[in-house]
């Protein structure tokens, strides 16, 4: 995205919608690099669990934003796929995956974006960019399992596994990727026999919820996790799961929340303003702001 020269009047109010959020770094990550632009730039969190809101408030949200002036709003669980109904139009990446994490507000109307998948293949490439990826078990279908699934296949991944406790929304995901990509490169998994999938996989990625604070736990046995299996966690918070800790330990290589979390927040903060940030500056503001949580 081409970036204009920012001008003194130029002013961003901008938000977090989720469930969870009340440690985010990512207003922080935003403002900073909005600093080093010269921008005027406030960053609100709409957190459900304080707000007392379930996911299908997303909807008076939504409006309640765009009613006071907010330039747009990052959205993450549990709202990615519930907020696309409320949406004038989508951009290409979040049609496909029909899960959006980034809204702007302009001429009147709602769009949505989808910036995780460019943030997991971004992520991937600096952190496991030699891996193989013949056979990968993708865990969680929601809207951050359908954005990752995309990203996987497009880096060349021959099959991916996809394994959710709601059989319904796993098969959803891969008719969808299926018919992007080829039915034959994405497959439904049983949770049962996730150690099977993981003896002939090569990676395993964690798009599902558990291991994030409040959600504590691991998706899977631990010790199904053979030592020739790299894994991938897209939680960040906290950055070190109890997951990727557990691998570590089986020999595994790991990859951590962190690379999606700041890739996706440049490609969202270039949508909100115009303007691209310090890719360089952003990373080393997350490993601060990371190592502070």
């Known amino acids: 995205m081409a970036t204009a020269e920012a001008t003194p009047q130029e002013r961003y109010l901008v938000g977090l919608v989720g469930a969870g959020i009340a440690t985010s770094v990512t207003p922080a990550l935003h403002e900073r690099a909005a600093d080093r632009l010269g921008l005027r730039y406030l960053y609100q969190l709409l ?31 549990p709202c990615k796929q519930a907020v696309v109904r409320h949406l004038d139009d989508l951009s290409a990446d979040a049609a496909a995956v029909q899960a959006v994490n980034t809204i702007v507000f302009e001429d009147g109307r709602a769009v949505g974006h989808n910036t995780d998948t460019f943030g997991f293949e971004q992520g991937f490439r600096r952190g496991l960019g030699d891996a193989g990826v013949g056979l990968v078990v993708l ?9 990752v699934a995309t990203a996987m296949l497009r880096l060349g991944a021959g099959r991916v596994v996809v394994v959710d406790p709601d059989a319904a929304r796993a098969r959803c995901l891969v008719e969808s990727a299926g018919s992007r990509f080829g039915r034959g490169r994405v497959e439904v998994g049983l949770l049962e026999r996730v150690g099977e999938h993981l003896e002939r996989a090569d990676g395993l990625i964690n798009a599902s919820p ?5 959600h504590d736990g691991t998706p899977v046995d631990p010790g199904l996790l053979p030592p020739h299996v790299w894994v991938a966690d897209l939680v960040y918070r906290p950055l070190r799961t109890r997951l990727l800790g557990e691998a570590r330990r089986q020999g ?8 999606m979390a ?7 903060f270039e949508i909100f303003t115009g303007h691209a940030p310090g890719v360089d500056e952003m990373l080393a503001d997350f490993e601060e702001l990371a190592a502070r949580a």
């Not at 957190?47 to 747009?72: C, T, V, Y």
């Not at 558990?210 to 409040?214: F, I, K, P």
């Not at 700041?262 to 969202?268: G, L």
């Open 139 to 147: 865990l969680g279908a929601g809207g951050a399992g359908a954005a």
């Open 47 to 77: 957190d459900l669990d304080r707000l007392a809101l379930g996911a299908d408030a997303i909807g008076s949200l939504l409006a309640g934003a765009r009613r006071f002036g907010f330039r747009g709003l990052n959205v993450t669980h």
């Open 210 to 214: 558990v291991g994030m604070a409040g």
């Open 252 to 259: 595994c290589r790991t990859l951590d929340g962190g690379g």
């Open 262 to 268: 700041v890739f996706q927040a440049v490609r969202a």
